[in-house]
Nanobody, 123 residues
Framework: QVQLVESGGGLVQAGGSLRLSCAAS????????AGWFRQAPGKEREFVAV???????RYADSVKGRFTISGNTAKNMVYLQMNSLKPEDTAVYYC?????????????????WGQGTQVTVSS
């Protein structure tokens, strides 16, 4: 398995931007599908975005047009650029990695998870 560490969370006003980073170690990221999930207080963890090792991407409807996922396999990094943030984006954001070849939204397809980074959007 690969080890994942997220960074870049924080407090931002509505309409602002944040860039989350996920650093992978232990194995090359080049053959992993990487995703971002989030969990708000009192809610279940939900899918946000995914990029497969083939480069295809998928997004939750709630973030389409505002968030962008990207990866840098040479640096073993995955990023989530979040623009036009809304208070409902407030959550702990988790990076995940798995061996599925497709851009899957299913958490069960991800074997490795980071510890999460808090994103708080004030109104």
């Amino acid at each position: 398995q690969v080890q994942l560490v997220e960074s870049g969370g924080g407090l931002v006003q509505a309409g602002g931007s944040l860039r989350l980073s996920c650093a992978a170690s232990g194995r090359s990221f080049s053959r992993y599908t990487a995703g971002w999930f989030r969990q708000a207080p009192g809610k279940e963890r939900e899918f946000v975005a995914v990029v497969s090792w083939r480069g295809s991407t998928r997004y939750a409807d709630s973030v389409k047009g505002r968030f962008t996922i990207s990866g840098n396999t040479a640096k073993n990094m995955v990023y989530l650029q979040m623009n036009s943030l809304k208070p409902e984006d407030t959550a702990v954001y988790y990076c995940a990695a798995g061996g599925a070849p497709a851009a899957t939204m299913n958490p069960s397809d991800f074997a490795s998870w980071g510890q999460g980074t808090q994103v708080t959007v004030s109104s």
